[in-house]
């Protein structure tokens, strides 16, 4: 089972790199690629969390006051990078969207790595 939860953290991992590295390369638009990987990460984020609280055999012990936090901010990188890329495809150019979402995405990284 420690397979099965080390390939979701990958797919978590290259979900965040989606909309972190789409927010890079696509300044100032939201692209295809920032909502995918929004998606992804959500996804892949509620999937780590029931494994981690169903699956004794693992040993993770989630804190779920970060996991809310980390949540909250996750669907609204997902928003905004839906929004913003629904705008994109109409001609508008929203460039706090697309700032929105690639900043949010950013704060989410660092809740990870250094709440503790």
Do not use: C
Not at 42 to 64: F, Q, W
Not at 82 to 94: L, S, V, Y
């Amino acid at each position: 089972m420690d397979f099965v939860y080390n390939i979701v953290v990958v797919t978590h991992l290259l979900g965040m790199a989606a909309v972190v590295g789409g927010y890079a390369a696509g300044h100032p638009l939201v692209s295809g690629l920032m909502v995918w990987g929004a998606r992804v990460q959500i996804i892949s984020g509620v999937v780590l969390v029931g494994m981690a609280e169903s699956i004794d055999s693992l040993g993770k012990d989630p804190n779920m006051m970060k996991i809310g936090t980390k949540l909250v901010i996750a669907v609204l990188v997902a928003a905004f990078a839906e929004m913003g890329h629904a705008d994109a495809k109409r001609g508008k150019n929203i460039a706090w969207m697309t700032h929105a979402a690639g900043g949010l995405a950013i704060a989410n990284v660092l809740v990870a790595a250094l709440w503790t």
